[in-house]
């Protein structure tokens, strides 16, 4: 095994170049076998390890063990064969027939005559990168990607093959589709293709019927514990929590609240332990009702909080109350929230717990994946239980928002890289000297910038293998307008990173609503600089 470099990736994520893709597998069963202190999650690709830690002294310690690990001949898991029965009806068949001088027929041998194997997950729950045999099929990504490939298509990009697990943008070339569904959080094993499983394409002659999963029994509810009715959603109102962690491998991102700081705010105030999961809305418009007496607090995003008294209340006169401290909603009582300045996400935590059943351990919502619980509705009902014994409701505090300059522009620190070579030290000079706009495409995956002057342009040529990218990431596609990413991000990305915005930033970040201008600055990688090994 040989290290190449490592690189940081975020405030607490690295990013190491290997020489070969055997060297990421053993560096991977290595690190899965015993893990680095404070390692969180790994994601192996084509030439590269991303290791999540928990803190910026943990990732510089790695830095420093990772040259000398003595990996050895580390034995690599053996996974299951799996058949996968293929209608090769895709778009771009014809296109790959032409690209790789086989004709369809010729496609359709080659890329069913060979084993598969799966190396590495990502991009998506489910979606796994399969290598084969010979580099036959070997075509580039598509110039302009599909913003909606449908769930089963089978494609193919570089020495590539996949299945995409669910709808989702893409650029690879369709080549046809299947009616497996990859991920299935009713198996045992929710993905269907694990690393290391070795997969046989099978050409299909008609429509496989699948059963349907068993239904669910209905979950008995306490009536005795009481919760939270939603009367008005907003915008959008969703569960989050503190995100799950460990499932990067089979490309299922954190998610988590976009907002760390406010997320966290919310729940210190009502007495609860970090982590807790809350309603997350857009827009701060959201109206809930309490079902016995309820603890509740708001933070994030500027509102005004109006409680109107429940309807055998002679007087109904709604009362005021203050963001950023805890207060009580009485039964049958009406909260009413409404936007009145800065900011994007509120954060409403209720003292308890939401009694969801988990998905992986979190009951946040990834609007990218599909995991998690559906957004709220109007009339859904969130039971709380009550907290134990000794959990202390907090006093009022400042709010967590970011104040823009004197001309109105908000300051986000960055880290060089992982890739800024792809842009040399007049890409990263171009990156702080100029003013970016928020656009009106921006969510919680990503943040979209725009800028009146130039975009940023790469001083290399050719396509980036797909590589784990961290939360705060700066991707810049070839239209070199960047990407923030956010909470939902993909695990994986195709476009080189030319910086990374500080962990203790990304909370603004999420505030900033479209027409927000950003100027990034330079902040000096200290602790664990990228390196060569």
């Known amino acids: 095994m040989s ?86 009806d895709g778009e771009d068949l014809a296109a790959v027939a032409e690209l790789t001088g086989l004709g369809i027929d010729g496609v359709i041998k080659a890329h069913s005559g060979q084993s598969w194997r799966a190396v590495f997950g ?38 590539y093959s996949a299945v995409y697990p669910r709808q989702s943008p893409g650029g690879w070339q369709l080549i046809g589709h299947t009616d497996l569904q990859m991920w299935d959080l009713d198996r045992e094993n929710p993905a269907l293709i694990r690393p290391q499983d070795t997969v046989k394409f099978i050409p299909a002659t008609e429509r496989i019927s699948l059963q349907a999963p068993a239904a669910q029994p209905a979950t008995v509810q306490d009536p005795g514990v009481g919760g939270l009715r939603i009367v008005d959603p907003g915008l959008q109102s969703l569960l989050q929590d503190a995100g799950r962690i460990g499932y990067g491998n089979l490309g299922v991102g954190a998610a988590g609240a976009a907002d760390p700081a406010a997320f966290h705010q919310a729940n210190r105030l009502v007495g609860n332990q970090p982590g807790q999961a809350v309603i997350e809305n857009l827009g701060s418009r959201l109206s809930v009702e309490a079902e016995q007496d309820q603890v509740l607090a708001l933070a994030g995003a500027e509102a005004e909080l109006w409680i109107t008294p429940a309807e055998d209340d002679e007087l109904r006169t709604p009362r005021r109350v203050a963001m950023n401290a805890p207060f009580a909603l009485l039964h049958g009582e009406r909260l009413d929230v409404e936007p009145a300045g800065r900011g994007l996400r509120s954060y409403l935590a209720v003292r308890g717990r939401i009694a969801q059943e988990p998905v992986l351990g979190s009951l946040s919502t990834d609007t990218l994946s599909g995991l998690g619980p559906e957004p709220l509705q109007a009339g859904s009902m969130l039971e709380v239980q009550r907290p134990r014994i000794g959990h202390i409701v907090g006093n009022s505090e400042p709010g967590t928002l970011p104040a823009p300059d004197e001309n109105g522009v908000y300051t986000l620190r960055v880290i060089p890289g992982p890739r800024a070579d792809w842009f040399g030290p007049a890409g990263l000079e171009q990156l702080t000297a100029q003013v970016w706009d928020v656009t009106s495409e921006s969510n919680r995956v990503g943040v979209r910038l725009a800028t009146g002057q130039q975009p940023l342009q790469r001083v290399r040529e050719g396509e980036l293998a797909s590589e784990g990218v961290a939360r705060g990431s700066l991707q810049v596609p070839p239209s070199g307008l960047p990407v923030l990413f956010l909470a939902d991000h993909p695990v994986t990305g195709g476009y080189p990173v030319i910086a990374t915005v500080v962990a ?21 990688a200290a602790g664990h600089a990228a390196s060569d090994a």
Request: hydrophobic fraction near 45%.
């Open 3 to 88: 290290i190449r470099a490592i690189h940081r990736a975020g405030s607490h994520d690295l990013l190491v170049d290997l020489d070969s893709l055997d060297s990421v597998l053993a560096l991977t069963a290595a690190l899965e076998a015993d893990p680095l202190p404070g390692q969180r999650d790994l994601l192996s690709a084509a030439q590269t390890l991303f290791l999540k830690f928990g803190t910026s002294e943990e990732a510089a310690q790695a830095s420093e063990q990772l040259p000398g690990l003595d990996i050895g001949a580390v034995a690599h898991a053996a996974g299951k064969i799996v058949e996968v029965p293929v209608h090769y």
């Open 122 to 159: 990502g991009f998506a729950p489910g979606f796994a990168y399969l290598l084969g045999e010979n580099q036959l099929l070997n075509v580039p990504r598509r110039d302009t990607p599909r913003t909606k490939v449908p769930a089963g298509a089978v494609a193919l990009a570089g020495d």
């Open 504 to 524: 203790e930033d990304l909370s603004a970040a999420a505030q900033l609503p479209p027409g927000s201008k950003i100027r990034f600055i330079l902040q000096p």
